[in-house]
């Protein structure tokens, strides 16, 4: 120590400011820098594009002609309609993989490159650290999903036009009516996905394996998504964290029924709750060595 500094009571160098070290601006660029999140961000972009082919490439007049309106027919009659379909094929498990990828590469990246120490002695308060990850991760991962659905929205215009909803029943939205009601499923799909997220945040204070934590959320997931298919278990499986998971598609239901949506953003409220504290507690008692 020079004799220029000074040391508060508390132990502390003069000038010392807990809540201004790692802002979240600054761990938001550290990590959007990242290959895993450019890469992440690409397949986004990519992969609504690549459904519009398939649907293009797919079309014949047969299916045209169907009376029936099928999951691809209502797909390709609007950007809206391809945006559902899109939000519908990739909620089952590529935005689980989205946001377990986030959320589980948080601590453990760092204990697994050795630079989690380091920065606890800058030094960064632990529970501060691990908020601010955990902000960074829940901003990328819905960044990530508007990203998604805003590129179905005008790539889907582009090719399908830009009409109103027509849902499988045959009913059609307004396109401003339309809007709001996807806004409505994508804020419920970001509060529904915080469930594997929180749990993939959870192992990534356990583990130093960012694919543990990562893969461990995932494979949780698809575990209870398939217990979820057995009809012996009953109600048992409304408490499953992967219970509701599709109750977005009961906003095209006219009128609204409320009661599946208002159940499912209570219930994963309560996981994420359960899952973040257990996170926080872990990390607060863990010796850091890495």
């Known amino acids: 120590m020079t004799a220029t500094e000074h040391v508060q009571p508390t132990g502390a160098v003069a000038g010392y400011r807990p809540e201004r070290t790692l802002r979240l601006p600054v761990e938001l660029r550290r990590q959007f820098r990242r290959r895993r999140t450019l890469g992440v961000f690409a397949l986004m972009v990519a992969l609504p594009l690549v459904l519009i082919a398939a649907l293009q490439l797919g079309a014949s007049e047969d299916a045209q002609e169907n009376s029936r309106i099928n999951l691809v027919d209502v797909a390709t009659?609007?950007?809206?309609?391809?945006?559902?379909?899109?939000?519908?094929?990739?909620?089952?498990?590529?935005?689980?993989?989205?946001?377990?990828?986030?959320?589980?590469?948080?601590?453990?990246?760092?204990?697994?490159?050795?630079?989690?120490?380091?920065?606890?002695?800058?030094?960064?308060?632990?529970?501060?650290?691990?908020?601010?990850?955990?902000?960074?991760?829940?901003?990328?991962?819905?960044?990530?999903?508007?990203?998604?659905?805003?590129?179905?929205?005008?790539?889907?215009?582009?090719?399908?036009?830009?009409?109103?909803?027509?849902?499988?029943?045959?009913?059609?939205?307004?396109?401003?009516?339309?809007?709001?009601?996807?806004?409505?499923?994508?804020?419920?799909?970001?509060?529904?996905?915080?469930?594997?997220?929180?749990?993939?945040?959870?192992?990534?204070?356990?583990?130093?394996?960012?694919?543990?934590?990562?893969?461990?959320?995932?494979?949780?997931?698809?575990?209870f998504s398939i217990l979820d298919q057995v009809e012996q278990l009953g109600a048992i499986r409304d408490w499953f964290p992967t219970a509701e998971s599709f109750a977005w598609t009961d906003l095209l239901q006219t009128p609204v029924d409320s009661s599946d949506l208002f159940r499912g953003v209570v219930q994963s409220l309560v996981y994420v709750a359960v899952f973040t504290a257990l996170g926080f507690r872990h990390f607060a008692r863990r010796d850091v060595t890495s």
């Open 77 to 223: 009659s609007s950007g809206l309609n391809f945006t559902l379909f899109v939000l519908f094929a990739t909620t089952g498990f590529f935005l689980v993989v989205v946001y377990a990828l986030f959320f589980g590469d948080t601590v453990a990246s760092e204990a697994q490159w050795g630079s989690l120490r380091y920065t606890l002695a800058t030094p960064v308060p632990r529970m501060r650290l691990l908020r601010q990850k955990w902000l960074a991760a829940l901003v990328l991962a819905v960044a990530a999903l508007l990203t998604l659905a805003l590129v179905a929205v005008v790539a889907g215009g582009i090719a399908f036009g830009f009409g109103d909803i027509r849902t499988p029943i045959g009913v059609s939205l307004p396109q401003g009516e339309g809007l709001l009601r996807l806004a409505g499923m994508l804020g419920y799909l970001s509060v529904h996905l915080l469930v594997v997220g929180s749990l993939a945040f959870w192992l990534s204070t356990v583990t130093d394996a960012p694919l543990a934590a990562v893969g461990g959320a995932v494979f949780t997931t698809i575990v």
